[in-house]
């Protein structure tokens, strides 16, 4: 195992979160940023790495906006895991993929979510998993507006 994701997954105090969700174009494909976001961020021991792109435009990753979303995820650890724990794998050979996809280290956890593995879920837990979705993304783009 890589070392550097050795250290990231086993030290308690890191913290990772990625997420990304946009349209399934070609990159030089004029709407291929219109709905895009695109967010990668590590915090291992006190190093912060990653990027953040919204749209077509990026942003500075800050210790605040980590501590933001580190917060978000505390706030929201357990929906964050029934989320994932709903996901069924079989639901693969139904879509053809693209969505959001999230990662998430938060302490001991690793949580992935995958919106191709929730097309056959209910449509009670469809509503939870897009509402728990817009929620993250408008967390996102109100800090970021907020602190341009």
Known sequence: MNNELYQLIYNSSSFMF???DGRILP???PN???DLIDIKVI???DNISGHIIIKNEEYQITKDFVDSIFNYVELNINKLIEMSLKQNSEAEKYTSGGGLRLNIKYKSMLISIDERYT???SEQEQNEFYILKQNIINTIK???NANK
Do not use: P, Q, S, W
């Open 18 to 20: 990625e997420i990304y």
């Open 27 to 29: 990159k030089d494909h």
């Open 142 to 144: 109100n800090y970021l």
């Open 32 to 34: 291929y940023y219109d």
């Open 119 to 121: 097309i056959i879920m």
């Open 43 to 45: 915090n291992r021991y």
